[in-house]
């Protein structure tokens, strides 16, 4: 087709476009301007649109006085981009070398190629119709996806996922004469199940706001943050003082704007902080918040230098584990495993089968958790954090009684005679017998010797941590590392990878197809971050866009960020899971050639119920050297109102993305959707319009890129949220098997079942076997290896090493190469300081919530009285207690109590339950709320943030990371009256 | 004879996961289905489907247990003698509705249910209770959103007439909730035993050359009146538990033997499960 017939064609579909959707003649509309499309070897070559109200008019030639144009380099070129199919690799060839030009003012640019964008997208139809007004959409969240039903712009109901028969996906596992395949269903966990009530939640910002006594060109009053009223302000407003301020504090120097996300965002791939907030802050260059691997700790910090398994965080594999674990596996020990609380029910179905095999199940947990108490089995409860006395234990009849597999330890261990020695009390003097454990866990002796004897005799699974592959429990408290690293040791001792002998506790693992593409959010969606997600695994070939890169070389350890902010530099270790040794860097702020920070950018979170000693961000907020800050927020939280302007982001029901459930990606948990029983790839449709003036992410990004002269590149060339779903569509192999129309309308696709014959080897059994790594992991990577690449493990000896030989070169005191036993930090028999906190508080993941997602003041979640308890007008985060500490204080069901320490007072509501022991309380970390009795970061808090009482100090000293389980407290019945004032750990 | 809704309940299946009360919330707090229940309020105090926890035994044995009650649609249904005007009407298929405009002002109709699953709306001044989701089952639904919801299959909802549902209670032994009011409701519980009766929990050691070991193996009987009412073997840690006693039963004695020797103990049933403790076997 000729040259000029295509750029007749332009307008005309155009007007054909509006013509037929009134949605299109209504865009045509919001602006008024002069178009111009134009060939640089070839100047009078050309067609100019006009729209003036929404009328359109047009010639060929060229305009005298166009607002935009667009320059094509020749002829040839401008043909290719006008005829389909389009080639994206070709657009960005052309956009990035220069061989097309965008002229004009950058908001009315990007508004204009959005607009001829549309031409093809409003022609897309979405969603099922349900009869009677309904339209059933999808959608996706942390906690599983959802069908949407919305009638008249209101969502309706949302409900579970469940499979037709034309849907895929279904697998058989044959065990014991039983064959199992999992329920046509998708689950959920609570906190997926509660969205419509958060949706429509009283605590959504709907408006952007100023603090009424902040203003840009005079005082400020920073003391003010979190307590002063915040006024409704324009859009406009709004983002020409955070642009403003942006140029502002750009001037001063590299480094002075900081941003900060939470540790998770609403599900899918373009909306996550790793695709619409890093792609915008790339463009600007900024300091970042350098978080650690929380929840991680002693997998990362600890047991990682006994095996390698870096991009896991130092956790081991978990594949094909359900199926062995069927198969072989006589019992399985849950050691501070709680896989019910907080990622959803996949896994408990498994472990329904697990329970009609006869698998004897063991609970090793200070709390009878929820697991525990569903599945039934034998509950060990060890005092919070001493764990790792009982594993030594276990060690100590393993080798006394000939109970370990000698043969894996010879061949593919080191270190194990001198591990041998330590626990046998050769070298220190103290045998690490049942008995010598007993009055530092109170675990009777005869129990620890009954499981090392069962577990030294049968096929054993040890679920160890949330996912029986590390995270959560125990390994983030403040002997967390020792107790990861004798998890490791555990397995190592019985030799794991051996059929029957495993990680696990059938939470990860399902027989899915684990090659089949589609990208996870960590690949970075159309971020272009090829330096901090994972991008360049798949997802830079697969979908071609433009790369992104900050040039600022500075950043803030998160958990000392008050620090940094109040006394000027702050100190850490950098998180880098490439290598073991990535974790040996330290770095500082500030950082040569650097500003401090002046400007903060808050992209939702609430860092007073998440941060350990919480009170202290309080005061960081309110220091006067941070001299404007910003907080992009969904909901109202507990730290939304530490700040100068909010700009309201709206739901992910409210606009367009794509994910898969559970897909995180390379270095985000590699194969996370295998906790799933079915593959689901989700339509993330915009169910209703947004509320308010609330705007996605992309969208508040876009507006503030425009006025930076960064729009056309922020949005790569006007490209709209539905257009790069689109893109991630086709990037993935789901392109292969449905139509880009069907996906639309059914929105959701499960991914074909893995042939029995090809599914994926078991983990470890490589290693166990000798053989070559063949788990489809990409690490370690090939440098990583001491020996031939896929031979051995990534550790200095390339073996499994009982004693870390890789820690020597740290030298650091809280983890010596051999995991000697360590107490924890806080006991009062041991520091009489202590003595007026007598009782040990965990604060685990929590049950219905995740993290502080769901925990609105009035969302569905608040209504469960196993989470927050009604009182006095207000909803108290619950804490739980031992019958005989709660009578010893007076304390009921459902009284109001103050938890508190030398750094926190936090008020919960009573539950007195036999499922802890005397001296433990437990309350769940991760309050959305903060409601200080007084002064904020001073003062008693009446919203939940039991964080607030953990310590600040490092799990490790030569690390980054937090130890904030089994702190010391002591608990009243409240008063009302609060006169409690920090006396530690303040900034 | 009509098929009728019902609602099977297995509490030894439920996880307290709370995606059955989560999807009650969802379906009816801002929504109104006319003739079938006004929007509920977004309130902790309106659980329509309630999630009740129940402990039993202590440390080391302690169950923690949770059952889900809401309206049981009774048969003979309290709140429908006590409501004026026909604001409470029994559908051919069995559901029982409050109707959210003829029931206003009646707090009696809240009072009369002795289960205590209906709830005051004060804005509206109206009781309410979970209507089965009958709206959805006029539109074709076959299941409860509670069922749909739960990832554990803790519930069954099933259209059948009464005959078949007597035969179904029956064979798969399910209880109703405080049958002696006469109530007859069409929820019906399987394993009720767990929040209801009792149970019997002890741990068994013996000395094996002089170190004190749990005692795998060892029988266990529990014994009224001189008649056996249970009995159980230990396992690997010497744990045992004998279920299904009603409380403040009486006095029962217990008898453990073994190959290291034997231990008996009585004791008197109250209304908690005992945990009788640590009990040695010896010689004699």
Request: proline share 6%.
């Amino acid at each position: 087709m000729s040259l000029s017939i295509l750029l007749w064609g332009i307008p005309q579909a155009m007007r054909v476009a509006a013509r037929i959707y009134p949605e299109y003649a209504a865009r045509l509309k919001e602006r008024d301007l002069v178009a111009q499309i134009k060939m640089r070897d070839e100047p009078d070559v050309g067609r100019w649109i006009q729209l003036d109200k929404g009328k359109i008019t047009t010639g060929g030639g060229i305009h005298s006085n166009p607002d935009v144009t667009i320059a094509f380099k020749n002829r040839a070129l401008a043909k290719s981009f006008l005829t389909p199919p389009f080639d994206q690799l070709e657009r960005i060839d052309a956009a990035k070398n220069f061989k097309l030009l965008l002229e004009g003012p950058d908001d009315l640019s990007v508004w204009f190629l959005q607009t001829l964008g549309q031409l093809e997208s409003v022609y897309w139809k979405s969603g099922t119709d349900m009869g009677n007004g309904v339209t059933r959409y999808t959608n996706g969240t942390n906690g599983g996806p959802l069908f949407v039903y919305v009638k008249d712009g209101k969502i309706l109901r949302t409900t579970p996922v469940d499979l037709e028969d034309e849907d895929g996906g279904q697998w058989t596992i044959e065990a014991r004469g039983k064959k199992f395949s999992p329920p046509r269903r998708m689950t959920l966990a609570a906190h997926g199940a509660c969205q419509k009530s958060m949706v429509y939640s009283k605590d959504r910002l709907l408006y952007p706001m100023k603090r009424v006594d902040f203003d840009p060109d005079g005082d400020r009053n920073p003391q003010n943050r979190g307590i002063s009223e915040f006024e409704r302000i324009s859009w406009e407003e709004a983002t020409d003082i955070v642009a403003s301020e942006i140029k502002r504090a750009r001037a001063v120097g590299p480094g002075a704007v900081a941003v900060d996300h939470g540790s998770h965002h609403q599900w899918g791939n373009l909306g996550h902080y790793l695709c619409a907030f890093n792609r915008f802050w790339n463009l600007i260059g900024v300091t970042k918040l350098m978080h650690s691997p929380d929840s991680w700790e002693g997998w990362f910090w600890g047991a990682m230098h006994h095996w390698g398994n870096s991009a896991r965080l130092g956790c081991p594999e978990f594949y094909g584990t359900v199926e062995d674990c069927l198969k072989e596996a006589e019992m399985i020990v849950f050691w501070s495993s709680d896989p019910d609380t907080t990622y959803g029910f996949e896994g408990a179905q498994r472990r329904e089968w697990a329970r009609e095999l006869g698998i004897k199940m063991v609970h090793i947990d200070p709390y009878l958790n929820h697991t525990a108490a569903h599945l039934g089995g034998k509950w060990i409860a060890p005092k919070p954090q001493t764990d790792a006395a009982l594993a030594m234990a276990i060690c100590h009849v393993w080798i006394t009684e000939d109970l370990y597999d000698t043969s894996f330890v010879a061949d593919r261990t080191t270190g194990f005679d001198e591990w041998k020695a330590y626990i046998l009390g050769e070298s220190d003097g103290d045998a690490k017998t049942p008995e010598w454990q007993e009055p530092e866990t109170g675990v009777p002796a005869r129990d620890v010797r009954a499981l090392a004897r069962e577990w030294g005799t049968r096929k054993t699974y040890l679920g160890a941590g949330s996912w029986g592959a590390g995270v959560g429990g125990a390994c983030r408290g403040p002997t967390g590392m020792q107790w990861a690293r004798m998890m490791a040791i555990l397995g190592a001792m019985q030799g794991h990878g051996r059929p029957g002998y495993n990680f696990g506790n059938l939470q990860f693992g399902a027989p899915v197809d684990h090659n089949f593409y589609f990208p996870g959010y960590a690949e970075g969606g159309f971020s272009g971050d090829l330096a901090f997600s994972a991008n360049s695994a798949n997802n830079y070939q697969r979908m071609p866009h433009i790369v992104t890169m900050g040039t600022v070389r500075q950043s803030i350890p998160r958990m000392w960020f008050p620090e940094a902010i109040t006394q000027g530099k702050s100190f850490g270790y950098i998180t880098d899971v490439t290598t073991t040794g990535g974790q040996f860097f330290p770095f500082g702020y500030p950082s040569p050639g650097h500003v401090p920070v002046e400007m903060l950018y808050k992209y939702g979170s609430q860092l007073f119920g998440t941060m350990v000693g919480g009170n202290r961000w309080a005061k960081a907020y309110q220091h006067p050297s941070l001299k404007f800050i910003v907080n992009q927020s969904i909901w109202n939280e507990g730290e939304t109102p530490f700040s100068d302007v909010i700009l309201p982001a709206c739901t992910v029901f409210e606009k367009w993305d794509i994910g898969e459930t559970f897909n995180c990606g390379p270095g985000y948990v590699h194969h996370f959707y295998t906790m799933n029983n079915h593959r689901i790839i989700t339509m993330q449709h915009k169910c209703i319009e947004p509320l308010g003036e609330s705007k996605s992410d992309y969208d508040i990004f876009a507006a503030v890129s425009e006025k930076l002269g960064l729009g056309a590149v922020y949005t790569e060339g006007g490209t709209s949220e539905l257009a790069w779903v689109k893109r991630v569509f086709d990037s993935s192999d789901m392109a292969d098997h449905i139509s880009w129309r069907q996906f639309l309308k059914k929105g959701y696709w499960v991914v074909p079942a893995e042939n029995e014959n090809s599914r994926v080897p078991l983990a470890n059994n490589w290693y166990y076997e000798g053989r070559k790594k063949d788990t489809p992991d990409p690490y370690p990577l090939p440098s990583d290896y001491s020996g031939n690449y896929l031979e051995g493990l990534p550790t200095p000896s390339g073996k499994f090493e009982f004693i870390a030989t890789g820690l020597e070169k740290i030298e650091d005191p809280d983890r010596p190469p051999l995991c000697e036993y360590m107490p924890t930090y806080e006991d009062p028999a041991r520091n009489p300081e202590l003595a007026d906190y007598p009782l040990k508080l965990q604060t685990g993941h929590t049950r219905y919530a995740y993290h502080v997602m769901g925990d609105n003041t009035d969302g569905s979640l608040a209504d469960i009285r196993e989470h927050r308890v009604f009182k006095d007008g207000h909803y108290y985060l619950v804490a739980r207690m031992n019958p005989q500490d709660a009578q010893a204080r007076g304390i009921e069901d459902d009284d109001l109590i103050r938890l508190w320490n030398q750094r926190g007072s936090v008020v919960c509501a009573a539950q007195v339950t036999g499922r802890l022991q005397p001296g433990v309380v437990a309350a769940y970390s991760g309050s959305a709320q903060y409601r200080p009795t007084g002064e904020p970061g001073r003062s008693t808090d009446l919203g939940g943030c039991v964080n607030m009482l953990n310590t600040k100090e490092p799990i490790t000293k030569k690390g980054h990371g937090m130890k904030p389980n089994s702190v010391l407290i002591e608990v009243e019945k409240w008063t009302g009256a609060d006169d409690w004032q920090p006396t530690a750990e303040t900034v | 004879m009509a098929e009728k809704w019902n609602l099977i309940v297995d509490v030894a299946r439920c996880d307290n996961c709370r995606l059955c009360f989560l999807a009650v919330k969802d379906e009816y707090v801002g929504n109104d289905f006319p003739g079938i229940s006004a929007a509920q309020p977004a309130d902790q105090q309106h659980t329509w489907l309630d999630i009740q926890r129940k402990e039993r035994g202590a440390y080391p044995i302690l169950e923690a247990r949770f059952i889900p009650v809401m309206c049981n649609h009774c048969d003979d249904a309290p709140c429908m003698k006590a409501a004026e005007g026909g604001a409470v009407r029994k559908r051919a298929d069995g559901i029982v509705i409050i109707d959210p405009d003829k029931a206003k002002g009646q707090k009696k109709i809240m009072q009369a249910c002795p289960y205590h699953a209906i709830y005051w709306n004060e804005e509206k001044d109206i009781p309410q209770a979970w209507p089965f989701d009958a709206h959805l089952l006029d539109e074709g639904w076959t299941r409860t959103r509670a069922e749909q919801a739960c990832p554990m299959d803790v519930y069954r909802t099933i259209k059948v007439n009464d005959e078949e549902m007597r035969r179904i209670q029956a064979e798969e032994n399910l209880e109703v909730l405080r049958p002696e009011l006469g109530t007859n409701p069409r929820v019906y519980y399987k394993n009720l035993h767990r929040i209801t009766a009792c149970f019997v929990g002890g741990t068994v050691v013996e000395q094996v050359d002089g170190v004190e070991e749990c005692a795998a193996g060892a029988q266990v009987v529990l014994t009224q009146n001189g008649q056996e009412v249970g009995q159980a073997t230990t396992d690997l840690f010497g744990e045992f538990t004998i279920d299904r006693l009603e409380p403040r039963s009486g006095s029962y004695r217990l008898q453990v033997t073994g190959p290291s020797g034997s231990f008996s103990t009585e004791f008197e049933l109250g209304d908690e499960s005992p945990y009788l403790g640590v009990m040695t076997l010896s010689a004699g």
